[in-house]
């Protein structure tokens, strides 16, 4: 059984979220609207998706697009629904996503302590980007971002530092709307087949290739608007 602060809650609840083509956005509390984290990293990634997805054809880019995002989301749901202490947590699932989740049930069990929240939503007024955290929990003794990705092979570290930024933004959004500091970012990934890999990395590390990032994504949104 994990245990639950429940005595500690956000001050705000769910946040209004619209999903466009340009991307995700979320309106905050006072009404403004910052795109989501994932649509701000996309300008990390976007040449070489469009490259790839050139190469192996639209139709079949989106049927792998499609397997891969739902099989994510239910890798989620069924590792939210058992740190959430949910009896018969696994009875919905079909077998490969209970595989998954398989892989990673050690390492829930022996490394995730005290859990403050999962799947809520974050912003950052200091950043103007909001995002929903998988997890906030003590991992190894220490409260951390814990993010759950899933993959077809083994990640070498230098092709996921996305997912490093991506939590890097939970971080300074947890402290700037909980005062509470987080520094510890928390990446498990099941593999096919494989072992499943855990990236432990430090929030101030990737912090400044954030900042990097948003505003390249800044500058392409400016640039847009510019062309009309």
Known sequence: MFEHVTDFKLDYGDL???TLPTGRTYKTPD????PSITTVLSVNSGDSIAKWRARVGNEEADKISF????????????IEDYINNTEDYAKKYMPNIIANFLDVKDILDSRIGKVYAQEVPLYSDHLGIAGRVDCVAEFDGKLSIIDFKTSTRTKL???VLNYFQQEAFYAIAWEERTKLPITQLVTIIAVDNEAPQVFIEHRDVHAPELIKTIAKYREKKDAEQRSF
């Open 16 to 18: 209004e979220c619209e």
């Open 31 to 34: 009404g403004e609207k910052y």
């Open 67 to 78: 397997r891969a995002s739902t099989r994510g989301t239910l890798v989620h749901e069924i």
């Open 157 to 159: 570290r230098k092709y």
